[in-house]
């Protein structure tokens, strides 16, 4: 049964939701309906959001899995702040203008690694 992803896939569609909101703010104050139109902060709210969208449902299945077969609290939580932080860093560093680049650098590592850990983790748990 599944007792900590849970709770790390509901703050990151909390963190989703946010950044959903903020596309539709930047349409509505950029009178864009579709697209991007052109506008350089339009262009960053959707691909920060869509950079969150590419990375974080992929990491919380790995999550689940590795939760499903039998890991640690421990190694679930790490996996989830990584995941929950590294998201947060870099929709912060990129969102920003000018980019705070050493930010989303942070946060792409702690994506990655994540990703990379949990990989691993579910290879382990499986033999």
């Keep these: 049964m599944l007792t900590i992803t849970p709770v790390y896939a509901a703050l990151a569609a909390f963190l989703y939701l946010a950044l959903s909101l903020r596309v539709i703010g930047h349409r509505r104050g950029e009178k864009v309906s579709y697209g991007d139109g052109g506008k350089g902060q339009m262009i960053k709210a ?59 650098q942070i946060g792409m590592l702690l994506t990655f690694g994540s990703i990379f850990v949990a990989a691993i983790a579910n290879i382990v748990l499986a033999v």
């Design 46 to 104: 959707i691909r920060t959001h869509g950079n969150f969208a590419e990375y974080a449902p992929f990491a919380l299945l790995l999550m689940a899995m590795v939760e499903l077969q039998g890991a640690s609290g421990l190694l679930l939580n790490l996996l989830g702040l990584a995941l929950l932080g590294g998201r947060l860093l870099h929709a912060y560093g990129f969102g920003r203008s000018p980019q705070i680049v050493i930010l989303r």
